[in-house]
């Protein structure tokens, strides 16, 4: 059904076999009302369609139409992504010949599901190498004043996916000002509606798709979209449904004579998976792991993606863009985790906070490692659904002589301990300080005790050696087990759990079996080290 009512003046002629026609005045394209023709659903309706101040002229030139403006009101569309991927828009025109499809129904003709809160679509840009729009295609002189939007409502479902997405957008209302084919100076545009009743969403910018080239520059915005609508794509892609969560996305696009410029602000608050779901499409990528990283203290993930490339580039499409670059988060939580961390809190990518260095043959923190833990530290304290696993390692080639030297160090600190009247047995050597004049004293005390052959003079008696030799000596013949090996791993592994453990939860500080070789160590970094890594 539809009812026309027109208010103004109509000339038609015909001369020389050439039509000529033109009307002035107003027109009105009210209840209107498509049907599915097999089902006997509404697929478009509108209460009113209002076109005033129309001049409409042809057969004199180029065709021309200006309206002064138009007016849009009480709307509804269907619109449906069917399972083999086309949009039922498609199939509103057919072929005599061919079968009848539905344009509001699945194909086997079961009922949609009922509508379901959505993620708010960006304003709709050409993608996937569709040129945009220009009058170059359009031979007529058209101009319109501006447009009135208000009360539409755009019922959108998703049979693409298994299970079914749909999305509601209602009271959907604004204003798009003046633009046409003649002109470049863009519109003003001012829309907003809710998704579902319930989250608003907002588009505003400037626009004008009928200038000689194409010119959009708009921002969207909605807020707290429930994401649990949104669980079916999610499953489907990385195999972990959405149980919790709700979205704010802030995008602003600019298309400027075919290069498309975006930047996407998305905020995920509270954002929470379900068990994992195997399926045929889902990657195994390590989403929680991911999350847990992008995830601050307040368990929000705040993200901006800078979007770039040409309409004319048949490789080009926006949504595979925004795909890959959440796809490259998600593998960056495999291949560089800690450096996804360190962006995630404002740090510097490059700071290598995945092990710790230590001298060989020791296991004490040096002030470069403080400095790399304090980051860490704050770090987790920002990201409490992480874990760290602490791996202390050996690297025998180079340790099995750091021990000897460490021991030496280790027993010059307890003959200090002894003078100061210290029990040696409940202290720990390390957090003694020797100073350069105190050294040689303690190092002689050391060498007298120790126990193996020492040159002697000609009377018999221990001969006196100068520091570095009875250093030399010491370190010749101090015995180095696998037993120490291991126990230097374990040492390194605890004296970061130890100096973590002064501002994080020891229970998210787990320390791993040692590793007692330089396997698998394929960066730069020393081997005599701990390895980290986040769980």
């Known amino acids: 059904s539809a009812a026309l ?61 200006h309206i002064a403006s138009l007016a849009l009101s009480d709307f509804y569309a269907r619109i449906i992504l069917n399972r083999d991927g086309r949009l039922n828009l498609s199939d509103i025109t057919t072929n005599p010949q061919q079968a009848p499809v539905s ?97 608003p969403i907002q588009i505003s910018g400037l626009v004008n798709p009928l200038a000689p080239v194409a010119f959009v520059d708009l921002k969207t915005n909605a807020h707290d979209v ?76 705040d993200l901006r993606i800078p979007v770039a490339g040409s309409l004319s580039d048949p490789q080009f499409s926006l949504g595979g863009v925004i795909w890959h670059a959440f796809f490259n988060i998600i593998m960056k939580a495999i291949t560089s985790p800690f450096s996804l961390l360190a962006s995630a809190i404002g740090g510097s990518a490059n700071q290598q906070l995945s092990y710790i260095e230590f001298k060989p043959g020791f296991a004490e923190l040096t002030a470069a490692s403080q400095s790399k ?12 659904g992480l874990k760290l696993q602490i791996t202390g390692r050996v690297d025998p080639r180079l340790d099995h002589d750091g021990l000897r030297e460490a021991k030496l160090e280790r027993a010059i600190k307890q003959q200090k301990l002894k003078d100061q009247g210290v029990k040696t047995d409940g202290t720990d050597p390390d957090s003694v300080v020797v100073t350069p004049d105190e050294y040689n004293t303690y190092l002689k005390r050391v060498y007298k005790a120790a126990d193996f052959p020492k040159p002697r003079d000609l009377i018999g008696l221990t001969k006196s050696l100068p520091p570095d030799e009875m250093k030399k000596l010491i370190i010749t013949n101090t015995k180095v087990t696998d037993s120490d090996l291991r126990q230097l791993a374990v040492d390194r592994a605890n004296a970061i759990r130890k100096y973590m453990s002064k501002t994080i939860d020891p229970g998210r500080l787990v320390v791993a079996q040692p590793k007692f070789n330089a396997d698998g160590i394929n960066d730069k970094g020393k081997t005599t080290r701990a390895d980290l890594s986040l769980t």
């Open 5 to 65: 009512t027109m208010n103004g003046a109509a000339e038609v002629e015909s001369r020389n076999d050439k039509l000529r026609a033109s009307y002035r005045g107003n027109a009105t394209l009210g209840r209107v009302s498509l049907l599915d023709k097999l089902t006997g659903d509404s697929f478009l309706k509108w209460y009113t369609l209002s076109a005033s101040g129309i001049d409409v002229r042809y057969g004199q030139g180029a065709p021309r139409a």
């Open 103 to 199: 344009l509001t129904r699945t194909r086997s003709g079961a009922p949609q599901p009922a509508p379901a809160p959505a993620a708010a679509a960006p304003a709709a840009i050409p993608a996937g190498g569709a040129p945009a729009t220009t009058s170059a295609s359009i031979k007529a002189n058209l101009e319109i004043g501006g447009v009135t939007l208000q009360g539409g409502r755009i019922n959108y479902t998703d049979n693409f996916i298994k299970p079914n997405y749909a999305a509601d957008l209602t009271e959907i209302g604004g204003k798009v000002g003046a633009f046409g084919t003649q002109t470049t100076e863009p519109a003003e545009v001012l829309l907003e509606g809710k998704i579902n009743d319930t989250s």
């Open 226 to 301: 429930e994401l649990t609508a949104l669980s079916a794509y999610s499953t489907k892609y990385t195999g972990y449904p959405i149980t919790q969560g709700t979205l704010t996305v802030d995008v602003h696009y600019l298309l400027n004579h075919g290069e498309l410029k975006a930047e996407n602000h998305i905020v995920l608050d509270q954002l929470t998976f379900g068990d994992r779901v195997e399926n045929s499409t889902a990657r195994n990528l390590p989403i929680r792991l991911a999350v847990a990283i992008l995830k601050d203290a307040q368990g929000k993930i």
């Open 373 to 384: 833990l304090n980051t860490l530290s704050k770090a987790l304290r920002e990201r409490p």
